[in-house]
C-alpha cells in the first residue's frame, strides 16, 4: 500500500510530502527525481546547496543597528517578519537567499530608515537599542570582502564615535 499525504498539500511542487510523508503519489516521485537531477548538476559543477548564514546574520544585525527593525526588513525583502527571524536561528542559507540579503543590505545600509510617524520613531529607536545592547556592529565596521567569512571580526567601531 503506497502512502499518500493529506490532499491539502503541495504535491509535487515541493520536497514536503516526499520527504516528510513519504508520499509516493504520481507528482511527488516527478519532483523527487527532478530535484535530484538538478542537485547532483548543482554539486558536479561545484555550486553548493547551501552556504554558512553567518554573513546574512551580520548583514540583518548590522541594518538593525542603523534602526530598521525586523518587520521594515521583511517589508524590502518581500517576505515575512518570521523570514527574517529565521535566518538569524539557522546555520545554513541556500545561496539565492543570501544574494537575497545582501542586495538588501546594499540597499539599506547607506540610508535610514523613515522617522515621519510616531510608531516609525518608536519602532527605530527600540531597534537600535536592542542592537547596541547586543553589541552587534554598524554596517561601516564590516569589510565587504570579509562579512561572510565565520572568523572575520569587525573593525574596532565602538570607539570610532
Known amino acids: ?13 515541493n520536497s514536503t510530502c516526499r520527504s516528510l510523508h513519504h508520499c509516493k503519489c ?29 554573513g546574512s546574520q551580520r548583514r540583518i544585525r548590522a541594518l538593525q543597528c542603523l534602526g530598521w527593525s525586523m518587520s521594515a526588513i521583511a517589508a524590502h525583502a518581500g517576505y515575512s517578519e518570521s523570514w527574517v527571524g529565521m535566518l538569524l536561528r539557522v546555520k545554513h542559507v541556500k545561496p539565492a537567499t ?8 546594499d540597499d539599506l545600509s547607506m540610508r535610514l530608515p523613515e522617522t515621519n510617524t510616531r510608531d516609525q520613531k518608536a ?3 527600540k531597534t537600535r537599542k ?7 556592529p554598524p554596517p561601516l565596521a564590516w569589510d565587504d570582502e570579509a562579512i561572510d567569512d565565520p572568523g572575520a571580526a569587525p573593525a574596532d567601531w565602538k570607539d570610532a564615535g
Not at 543570501?98 to 543590505?105: G, N, R, S, T
Open 1 to 13: 500500500m503506497s502512502t499518500i499525504c493529506p490532499p491539502e498539500h503541495s504535491h509535487g511542487r
Open 26 to 54: 504520481d507528482d511527488c516521485r516527478r519532483f523527487a527525481r527532478e530535484y535530484e537531477f538538478w542537485r547532483a548538476a548543482q554539486l558536479r559543477h561545484g555550486r553548493p546547496l547551501q552556504v554558512d548564514a553567518v
Open 98 to 105: 543570501a544574494a537575497k540579503v545582501a542586495e538588501l543590505y
Open 123 to 125: 519602532a527605530v529607536t
Open 130 to 136: 536592542y542592537a547596541a545592547r547586543a553589541g552587534w
